[in-house]
Structure formats: C-alpha cells, structure tokens
C-alpha cells in the first residue's frame, strides 16, 4: 500500500480515492491504482514531485464515465473550442474532463489539470507531469499489448523516447482501426518525431 | 502510344512531354508516362474529362528536382503560408510546384494546378481529377510495394476507396520511417474516414 502524503492538498489520498472509486466501474478503478502504481515509479526514476504525480494519476480517468451530454454542454457554456463536439469521449475525458475534476473534485492546480487534459491526446507540450502520466497510463502492470515490453524499455531510456513510442503506438492503432485521429495527437507525434536525435 | 489531342489548351501533348523531360530525370520521367496511362484508365472508368486528365498527370511532378531554395523562394514570394517553410521537397512539389508549372509552362487551368497542389497529401476537397491522380501516382504499373494489389482492387471499386487505401498506407509508412507527416494529410485521412460508410 502506497502511504503517501498530500502535504499541499486540503484532502487525503485516501479520501481522493474514495471518490474516484464512487465515479467509476472497479475495473477502471484498478487501472487507475495501477496507474499511479507506474506513475509514481517513473517519478522515482525521474525525479518528479510525488504529490502531484499521485493526484494526477488518480484523477486522470475521473471522467471517463461521464455523458456524452455533459461532455456537449461544458464545451459549450465554458465556450471551448467548438471543433471539440465534433470529437467523442476517448478526446473530451481528457481535454474536457478537466473541468469536470476541477468543480467536482475541487483541484485547481494547474499543473494536475494539464497533465489530465494533455493524457489523451498528448501535446507538443507537455511538462514532464504530462509525460509520466501520459506513459505510465499506457505501459502500467496491467496492459498486455503486443510491444508493451518495447513500450516500457522506452520509458526507461528516457520519458521522451517513452511519449514518442507511445504516440507512434497509438496512430498505428487508430489507422488500423480506420478510427479519426486528433491533430493534436499529430502535433505530438511531429514534435517528437523532429526532436528525436535528442532522445 | 496515346492519341490524345489537347483542343482547349494552346499546346500539344508531343509539345508538353518534351517539357516534361526535359525537366526532370529520365526513371521520373518514365513514372510520370506510366500515372498518365494509369490515370486515363481511371478517367475512362470514372468517365472524367481526358484532356485534362493527360495535362495533370504529366505535370504532376514537374517540380519534383525543383532546388529547396527555389521553392523557398516562392513561399516567400508567393506570401504562402509561411508554414510551409517548414516542409521539404515531398510537401513542396505539390503544393509549391504548380507555381512553377503555372509559370514555366503556361498552365492557368485551376483544375488541373489544384491536382498538382493536392497529389501530396491530399485533400479533405479533392475534386474527382485530384483523386484520379493522387491514386494513379501511387498504382501506377511500375509500383510495387506489399499492398499495390490492395490499393489497385481498392481503386477499382471506387475512387474515394482508392484515396482512403492510399492515405492510410502512407500515414502507416511515414510512422514506421518516423517521418513528418503534414497535416493535410491527417485531414484527408480523417475526412475519408468519417465518410467510410459512403464509400
């Protein structure tokens, strides 16, 4: 069990998790441990700040589960950007869920929100926050895809080389699949794509 | 050989391969006589304007050994999208080089400079004559990759199948190579896709 304090946070881990499990299905939930698991690792390894590392991990599926309605009108009353309805729930849990997690859960920091707003999509950039939960959501103990041995070797060379392998990951997935690709997720993948001889 | 004469345009097609050669390596040169062929089958199927279809084809890359700075130059000349500068040759031929055809060979034809400009990266507005020479470039008989038969077969069934195939298949090669990819590209991909259930 992890014991960990949130030193800056007017709550406890412990309540956090409370009501995250509340929002979503328990198998979410357990990824979402498993997550944090990864994340907190990576941050070991990198030498991030624990607290926030654990409180985006947990929040960053907070959404997940919420409408696809709800979703449509806080794009709209929070005038977002309009191309966003044109996206569904894999983009807006991300990018929108933000706001969902600031009001219900009452995080305003603005390094947690970008870190769950940039997870889906990634982003040219992203601070080293967003790339550990970025990566550690997609290599954690649970996921059993092929190349997730490759996936999680990258992530050890060095975050950078763990986003771009990611990002490459997911636009082979979503082409093979004929699903619709953010350009964001393009704009991630050109960035790391140019700035590779430095990984 | 074709027998094609060019009645709406003040020069021969004998005329215009001359230029044509001239201008670009022999092996090129070669390719460009095999996406004519290809592209006048297409147009015979698809019941599209030949003359125009002939002009497009053997123009398509004209610019292709064009110097980076020329096309450089022209971006800035041109009051282009200062983006582009960004690119290289791959994007700059296309987008870029109907400028030079335009000028180096006297083609005003709107029709047939915006085939040039989107046989790249395609287009989310690709005009049926675009589509034919975005899909000839890439079946033409001399291609020969793992999947030519697929995209042929893909073509034959319809052009919108043929863009859709071809688009997929090089977003996949421009991953696994780790090359840029420009977003027009994705916005073609994304387009085809959302309209699958059409095609």
Redesign the interface.
């Known amino acids: 069990m992890i014991n960990l304090n949130y030193p800056h946070f007017p709550f406890t881990r412990e309540v956090l998790i409370e009501k995250v499990q509340e929002k979503i299905s328990d198998k979410r939930f357990q990824h979402v441990l498993r997550v944090e698991k990864k994340a907190l690792e990576l941050a070991e390894k990198y030498q991030l700040d624990f607290e926030k590392v654990s409180i985006a991990a947990l929040v960053h599926d907070y959404a997940k589960e919420v409408s696809d309605e709800e979703f449509q009108q806080i794009i709209k009353e929070k005038h977002l950007d309009q191309d966003l309805l044109k996206w569904s729930n894999a983009i807006w849990h991300g990018v929108v869920g933000q706001y969902v997690i600031e009001k219900e859960l009452g995080i305003s920091d603005k390094e947690i929100l970008q870190a769950v707003n940039h997870h889906t999509t990634g982003s040219k950039n992203m601070s080293d926050l967003d790339k550990v939960i970025y990566v550690a959501d997609f290599i954690e103990d649970g996921r059993d895809f092929p190349g997730v041995n490759e996936a999680r070797e990258s992530a050890n060379r060095s975050l950078d080389e763990g986003v ?1 392998f990611e990002t ?1 990951h997911t ?2 997935y979503l ?2 699949k ?4 953010h ?1 964001k997720t ?2 991630t ?2 960035y790391y ?2 700035n ?1 001889r430095d990984i």
Not at 178 to 181: D, L, M, W
Request: hydrophobic share 45%; net charge positive.
């Open positions: 771009l490459k636009l082979l082409i093979n004929q699903s619709p690709i350009p393009l704009e993948y050109n794509v140019a590779k």
